[in-house]
């Protein structure tokens, strides 16, 4: 039985694992095409961004912590057997939550004028406001479904819809923004995020065929395990509202860092270059313009921290199971399996960024290519975040509700002063933004880490977890700088990068499994798990 939810366990994450690589793969996709769309380019990403990041932070409010929220209460009910209780849990979510988004819908798109005008200092985003605002409430909706299923322990229907959704969000957003090409910079990211409403649309007519498919098995399946017993509808919604809250924060601060640069570099380059650039206009379009460069860096370094999410998904049903169980071994486990394996990913990830910053904007951007040293210090506090994502999740599932949200409130905070600070500097502007965001993601850390060890039995295996992929990592450095160099006069600098980077993935693997960071079980349970360990034992890199 424990070997079945280990093997399952294992399984929604890598299941969750390729659906968001897929997905950040097909943003970066869109995103590269975009911005090197004649027309377009970084003052273009800037409008696109900026509206974007309005949006996310009131459709975080209203539907990020309900998958969580819901497959935490889901789960707990199925650990017991309570599965009426369970679907039950799921109607009512599914109405608070639709009356949330449309609210939060009407909201943004009453106030998109006010938003745009005098909060983001640029009035010409409001036309991104605009077309994204029905956006929410199909969002909260999708959500309560993907997070009834979670916590039944499937996480197909979030895989799937989520990269159908953007699969069509690529596409779109692509023909979009080409089709309108002549027009003004802010009305082809209004184009583009146009898309965004549409593929959201798409994705939630696939979960509800989902649903009608599925929900009957689980309905047979429960037939002789049905709860009859059945609290009131407001209790049982207030129940739900109250353990999305804390999620809810959490997410909000989380996005909220980000939205911190949305205001303060649309304001306060505007701020730190007034007398230089002259006119309110061009002030405007410098302050989109590194803004979208700013925006640049954050798709790239996101597809990393995409393979986090999965392990953050994962985490909260399998430990909230676990420990309702008192299953405190088996919680542990996964926590501390999921962090390692986290830093096994991202390590390389943030040193190749690190060597070949310039070369990859370079190659990805022909157009608009500005951008390497901030892409480096990004690459830094993408260890940091993805670190605490897994963190977070972790605490989620063990009841710690609220420590998320206050640590990343106290690392928001700090990031407000610094931008506040640096960002107006003109000798710093866009370099503020990132130097603060790497501070408040390592206090952020620090206080997620100390509350952790404080409540459960848990360790990070710095060995495995940390050393050796630091050693792997800076192995492949080396050897991808010799052949860059090497290469790049020659063949020039995208074929070179490209090599690099597959050589580098070649040689981290090979250091990785030349220094033993798995063991024999461990790597049993990859995929072909047992095919890979036979090859290593040919290879005699391993001993039987």
Same mark, same amino acid.
């Given at each position: 039985?424990?070997?079945?939810?280990?093997?399952?366990?294992?399984?929604?994450?890598?299941?969750?694992?390729?659906?968001?690589?897929?997905?950040?793969?097909?943003?970066?996709?869109?995103?590269?095409?975009?911005?090197?769309?004649?027309?377009?380019? #970084?003052?273009?990403?800037?409008? @696109?961004?900026?509206?974007?990041?309005?949006?996310?932070?009131?459709? *975080?409010?209203?539907?990020?912590?309900?998958?969580?929220?819901?497959?935490?209460?889901?789960?707990?009910?199925?650990?017991?057997?309570?599965?009426?209780?369970?679907?039950?849990?799921?109607?009512?979510?599914?109405?608070?939550?639709?009356?949330?988004?449309?609210?939060?819908? &009407?909201?943004?798109?009453?106030?998109?004028?006010?938003?745009?005008?005098?909060?983001?200092?640029?009035?010409?985003?409001? @036309?991104?406001?605009?077309?994204?605002?029905?956006?929410?409430?199909?969002?909260?909706?999708?959500?309560?479904?993907?997070?009834?299923?979670?916590? &039944?322990?499937?996480?197909?229907?979030?895989?799937?819809?989520?990269?159908?959704?953007?699969?069509?969000?690529?596409?779109?957003?692509?023909?979009?923004? @080409?089709?309108?090409?002549?027009?003004?910079?802010?009305?082809?990211?209004?184009?583009?995020?146009?898309?965004?409403?549409?593929?959201?649309?798409?994705?939630?007519?696939?979960?509800?065929?989902?649903?009608?498919?599925?929900?009957?098995?689980?309905?047979?399946?429960?037939?002789?395990?049905?709860?009859?017993?059945?609290?009131?509808?407001?209790?049982?919604?207030?129940?739900? *509202?109250?353990?999305?809250?804390?999620?809810?924060?959490?997410?909000?601060?989380?996005?909220?860092?980000?939205?911190? #640069?949305?205001?303060?570099?649309?304001?306060?380059?505007?701020?730190?270059? #007034?007398?230089?650039?002259?006119?309110?206009?061009?002030?405007?379009?410098?302050?989109?313009?590194?803004?979208?460069?700013?925006?640049?860096?954050?798709?790239?370094?996101?597809?990393?921290?995409?393979?986090?999410?999965?392990?953050?998904?994962?985490?909260?049903?399998?430990?909230?199971?676990?420990?309702?169980?008192?299953?405190?071994?088996?919680?542990?486990?996964?926590?501390?399996?999921?962090?390692?394996?986290?830093?096994?990913?991202?390590?390389?990830?943030?040193?190749?960024?690190?060597?070949?910053?310039?070369?990859?904007?370079?190659?990805? @951007?022909?157009?608009?290519? #500005?951008?390497?040293? *901030?892409?480096?210090?990004?690459?830094?506090?993408?260890?940091?975040?993805?670190?605490?994502?897994?963190?977070?999740?972790?605490?989620?599932?063990?009841?710690?509700?609220?420590?998320?949200?206050?640590?990343? &409130?106290?690392?928001?905070?700090?990031?407000?002063?610094?931008?506040?600070?640096?960002?107006?500097?003109?000798?710093?502007?866009?370099?503020?933004?990132?130097?603060?965001?790497?501070?408040?993601?390592?206090?952020?850390?620090?206080?997620?880490?100390?509350?952790?060890?404080?409540? *459960?039995?848990?360790?990070?295996?710095?060995?495995?977890?940390?050393?050796?992929?630091?050693?792997?990592?800076?192995?492949?450095?080396?050897?991808?700088?010799?052949?860059?160099?090497?290469?790049?006069?020659?063949?020039?600098?995208?074929?070179?990068?490209?090599?690099?980077?597959?050589?580098?993935?070649?040689?981290?693997?090979?250091?990785?499994?030349?220094?033993?960071?798995?063991?024999?079980?461990?790597?049993?349970?990859?995929?072909?798990?047992?095919?890979?360990?036979?090859? &290593?034992?040919?290879?005699?890199?391993?001993?039987?």
């Amino acid at each position: 039985m424990k070997e079945k939810k280990k093997n399952s366990f294992i399984s929604n994450v890598l299941m969750l694992m390729f659906s968001q690589v897929l997905i950040k793969l097909l943003g970066l996709v869109y995103r590269l095409a975009i911005t090197n769309v004649k027309g377009f380019g #970084d003052l273009g990403n800037g409008y @696109y961004s900026a509206g974007y990041q309005v949006y996310a932070v009131l459709l *975080i409010i209203s539907s990020q912590g309900i998958p969580g929220a819901v497959s935490k209460l889901v789960s707990n009910k199925v650990a017991q057997n309570k599965y009426n209780e369970a679907h039950r849990i799921f109607k009512v979510s599914l109405l608070v939550f639709a009356i949330i988004g449309a609210l939060c819908s &009407l909201i943004l798109f009453l106030l998109s004028d006010f938003i745009s005008t005098n909060i983001l200092n640029v009035p010409d985003v409001t @036309y991104v406001l605009k077309v994204l605002s029905p956006a929410i409430f199909f969002v909260c909706v999708s959500a309560v479904i993907r997070g009834y299923f979670a916590g &039944l322990g499937t996480m197909k229907a979030s895989s799937i819809s989520q990269a159908l959704e953007q699969f069509f969000n690529c596409v779109l957003t692509i023909t979009f923004v @080409y089709s309108l090409v002549g027009q003004e910079p802010y009305i082809m990211a209004a184009g583009g995020n146009l898309s965004t409403t549409l593929a959201i649309l798409i994705s939630f007519s696939y979960l509800l065929l989902f649903y009608k498919t599925n929900i009957k098995k689980y309905k047979e399946e429960s037939d002789d395990k049905v709860d009859k017993v059945k609290n009131p509808t407001s209790k049982l919604a207030k129940a739900i *509202i109250l353990t999305a809250i804390p999620l809810t924060i959490g997410s909000v601060i989380s996005v909220v860092t980000t939205f911190i #640069d949305t205001v303060t570099v649309s304001n306060l380059i505007q701020i730190a270059y #007034d007398g230089i650039l002259g006119s309110k206009e061009l002030l405007e379009k410098e302050a989109m313009r590194l803004a979208g460069i700013l925006s640049k860096v954050d798709t790239l370094v996101n597809l990393p921290i995409a393979v986090n999410l999965s392990f953050y998904s994962a985490l909260i049903p399998a430990i909230t199971s676990a420990i309702a169980q008192k299953d405190y071994k088996s919680a542990s486990r996964k926590i501390s399996f999921s962090v390692s394996t986290s830093l096994l990913i991202v390590i390389p990830c943030a040193i190749g960024f690190i060597v070949l910053a310039d070369p990859i904007l370079k190659m990805l @951007y022909p157009n608009a290519s #500005d951008g390497a040293h *901030i892409l480096q210090i990004a690459a830094v506090t993408m260890v940091f975040v993805a670190v605490n994502h897994t963190l977070q999740g972790s605490l989620f599932g063990l009841g710690k509700m609220y420590t998320p949200a206050l640590a990343l &409130l106290c690392g928001s905070i700090v990031k407000i002063i610094l931008n506040l600070i640096l960002i107006r500097n003109p000798n710093i502007n866009i370099y503020g933004a990132v130097i603060s965001s790497f501070i408040c993601q390592l206090i952020t850390f620090l206080i997620i880490y100390i509350t952790i060890k404080k409540s *459960i039995k848990f360790k990070i295996d710095i060995k495995n977890g940390i050393l050796k992929p630091l050693l792997s990592g800076f192995v492949m450095a080396l050897f991808i700088l010799i052949i860059y160099t090497l290469l790049n006069n020659v063949i020039g600098n995208s074929i070179s990068t490209i090599i690099c980077i597959l050589f580098g993935a070649f040689i981290y693997l090979l250091m990785v499994f030349i220094l033993k960071v798995f063991n024999k079980d461990e790597i049993k349970s990859l995929p072909m798990g047992n095919k890979i360990y036979s090859m &290593l034992l040919k290879l005699k890199l391993y001993k039987e």
